[in-house]
């Protein structure tokens, strides 16, 4: 039997029918379950492809809800995100329709959307299929959409998902007109330093190690990012027995490319040991367990803590952070151990127990660990979001003065809570409130993601929301969640394929760098450790600006995200005679990262919609290993890809000679240079070069790497 498509011959204004459907990513489920995710579920819940229970076709899927709560329905909570170009389905009207049903008895489902949240009324589930819809309004918005299926504990099967467009407003088009636009940068404001930019490498760690193509993959990594922030985790629970060769290499790869002094290493704490927990294993949402006293056993913790640490530094891992607990409030079903913000009595689904408090831990912990000869600060308390004043609640439970840092996580707040990622605007009340609040502190944002397979505008969204991160938040580090991720679909900064299973790969290298890399990249790269956040100008509100210094003020960065309609932007220089390289992606283009080399800033840059331009200032008054300049800086050179860039203030017949170190001449040849940037091609090996210019007496010789 074929499978159902639910639509009607409804005329569009600017999409069609087939193009509607196409939204959802993979709705008939016959081979398998990618493109859907749980975004929350209690102990059991699960779901995956099932073949012998579908509506029609080959396969269905199941999902496994331990829990009835008609209060919470979202406690367990399927989603999927619409494949949309921008931010969300088109301004109009649609309906929602899927296939349900229990594997006996009755339950109960209902559709809620995400980026603009609907909400469908509980729908009665039985033992044999029935249809139900959805119908929900779109102001452009609206980017997903979860099963929530907590109301009823059952098993339930799900076939057929299909989006039908009733309405759609009509879309202005795209004419290809840019309109005029400025930004520029205030060196002189000063604000916080960068502490470092990355992200983590806490799961899979023995996939990266072992994987043939690992030295690409750490190259990629490393140099490609120019990291100078790197999130691990205490995973020692058996101090005796756990082998850290995987942290080791993961750690030694970063200090061998970037150099050990350019990067700071945060550690964070996933889970107790088992034997610590109120349930014996170190997965599940426990607390620590009390012991013979009655008290909870925050002594025999912090002792572990203190011993696992002992033995990374004994073993050559050296964190300049630790955090106690990453996401102390999250009721996970893997590696968690719970603390609120202080000890008190709680029901979880149907299991009542005391939890213990961060409050009454964090003492322990920080006496226990300042008797290491080596003491790293201590952040926290690393919460799962900045919203609904949870971390505000946290931390009025503790001694501030006993942390060197408020750290958090950005997948919640307190606006749009479903949409985690694609609206970045909605964190900035909750970032303002912990910038004034916690102003005399460093801030740490340890953790955030998509948490969901690639989406088209990733890459725009992840600089955006580190963007706002420096201009609300006031953070000092971003640390993006997973840099390196195990996977066989493109997920994270680099989608790593299991490196067993060749056959399965999804590239010849076994590896996919995906979107969020290029996001994370336009600050990583050309934002370093110790450099400073500056202010930042512009006259267009489709343009998010955010803008470093050097120490010694003599080089400067502004990122520009273009998160609306075409613009030629002009660039206001922050030094009189200076440099200027531009690095952009554009997703209409399909450019990623791409390096234009030196550009004139005479001229606009072209910043179509959903884009993102890194460009870099040097003052022409300092020297730096890239290239140094002759004394009358008649003709300044440098490389950009395979050309040869060659910057004069006034045209000239010239003859160019480009010798290495060796002596070898690879370019001798005449050119004619107009006043500006000339490009000549250079398709030579990656080296150190000498380029010579001469022109009407005058003479420059320019070091320069390619």
């Known amino acids: 039997m074929n499978k159902l498509f ?30 859907w995710a ?20 080959v396969g269905c899927m199941k999902v496994v809800n331990p829990i009835s709560d008609p ?60 249809q139900k819809t959805h119908t929900f309004t779109s102001k452009g918005d609206v980017d997903g959409f979860n099963f929530d299926i907590a109301h009823t504990a059952n098993t339930y099967f799900i076939d057929n998902v299909t989006l039908k467009a009733l309405s759609v407003e009509q879309q202005d088009p795209d004419n290809g007109e840019y309109t005029k636009a400025s930004v520029g940068m205030d060196i002189n404001d000063k604000q916080q330093e ?14 990266f190690v072992d994987h043939p193509n690992k030295e690409a993959i750490f190259d990629t990594i490393y140099t490609g990012l120019g990291l100078s922030a790197l999130r691990i985790g205490n995973w020692k629970q058996d101090i005796d ?27 964070s704490s996933w889970a107790a040991p088992g034997s610590l927990k109120e349930n014996g294993d170190k997965d599940g949402p426990y607390s ?40 102390p409030d999250m009721e996970a079903t893997y590696a968690a151990t719970l603390f609120d913000a202080t000890e008190h009595y709680v029901d979880y689904t149907g299991k009542q127990f005391d939890r213990a408090g961060y409050d009454k831990a964090l003492p322990i912990f920080v006496s226990k660990i300042k008797e290491l000869n080596e003491v790293p600060k201590i952040l926290g308390p690393e919460v799962l979001g900045i919203g609904y004043g949870n971390t505000q609640k946290y931390m009025d439970a503790l001694d501030a003065s006993l942390l060197d840092g408020l750290a958090f996580h950005y997948y919640h707040s307190g606006e749009n809570a479903d949409d985690r990622y694609s609206k970045p605007n909605a964190y900035i009340n909750a970032m303002k409130e912990l910038a004034t609040k916690y102003s005399n502190m460093p801030q740490f944002m340890t953790e955030n993601c998509a948490m ?59 590896y996919q760098v995906c979107l969020d890399y290029h996001g994370l990249r336009h600050f990583s790269k050309f934002a370093p450790k110790g450099y400073f956040c500056v202010g930042s100008t512009t006259d267009n509100s489709d343009l998010v600006c955010t803008s470093f210094v050097s120490p010694d003020g003599n080089k400067a960065t502004i990122v520009v995200i273009n998160k609306g309609g075409n613009h030629a932007v002009k660039v206001n220089a922050p030094f009189t005679n200076c440099t200027a390289r531009l690095t952009m992606t554009a997703t209409s283009k399909d450019e990623r990262s791409k390096d234009y080399g030196v550009i004139d800033l005479a001229n606009e840059i072209e910043m179509p919609k959903m884009s993102i331009a890194t460009i870099t200032f040097e003052n022409n008054g300092s020297l730096d290993d890239v290239k140094q300049y002759t004394a ?69 010789v320019v070091k320069c790497v390619k």
């Not at 102990?43 to 076709?57: H, L």
């Not at 309906?95 to 229990?102: F, H, K, M, N």
């Not at 027995?241 to 990067?263: M, P, Q, S, W």
């Open 6 to 35: 639910t639509l009607s011959a409804i005329t569009l204004f600017s999409i069609s029918m087939a193009n509607a459907a196409s939204y959802i990513p993979n709705g008939f489920f016959e081979q398998n379950v990618d493109g």
């Open 38 to 57: 749980m975004w929350n579920g209690g102990d059991g819940a699960s779901f995956e492809r099932e073949s012998g229970t579908q509506f029609d076709g």
């Open 71 to 130: 209060e919470n329905q979202w406690k367990v909570q399927i989603h999927t995100s619409f494949e949309v170009d921008g931010d969300g389905l088109p301004a109009g009207e649609y309906e929602l329709s899927y296939y349900i049903r229990t594997q006996s008895g009755t339950g109960s489902v209902r559709v809620s959307t995400s980026g603009e949240e609907t909400y469908q009324a509980d729908q009665e589930v039985t033992a044999s299929y029935s």
């Open 194 to 207: 960068v502490l470092g930019i990355g992200g983590g490498i806490v799961y899979y760690q023995n996939w």
């Open 241 to 267: 027995k756990h082998d850290v060769k995987d942290e080791l290499t993961i750690y030694n790869e970063a200090v061998k490319r970037l150099g050990r002094e350019n990067f700071i290493v945060e550690m």
């Open 288 to 327: 620590l367990k009390k012991g013979s006293d009655g008290n909870f056993v925050y002594n025999e913790y912090a002792e572990w803590w203190k011993k696992s640490l002992a033995k990374y530094q004994e073993e050559g891992i050296h964190p300049d952070y630790i955090s106690m607990q990453n996401e």
């Open 452 to 510: 969901r397979a690639e989406k088209s505008g990733n890459d725009v969204h992840t600089a955006w929301i580190i963007a706002n991160s420096f201009n609300y938040n006031h953070v000092g580090s971003y640390m993006y969640w997973n840099l390196l991720w195990g996977t066989s679909d493109k997920d994270g900064c680099i989608a790593v394929n299991d490196p067993w299973k060749k056959e399965q790969w999804k590239s010849d290298e076994g």
């Open 632 to 700: 009358d800086k008649t003709f300044i050179a440098t490389f950009a890809n395979d050309n040869l860039q060659i910057i004069t203030s006034e045209a000239a017949n010239t003859n160019v000679e480009v010798w290495d170190v060796t002596g070898k001449v690879w370019i001798k040849k005449a050119v004619s240079l107009n006043a500006g940037v000339n490009t000549v091609e250079a398709n030579i090996p990656s080296g150190v070069y000498f380029v010579k210019v001469t022109a009407n007496g005058k003479q420059s």
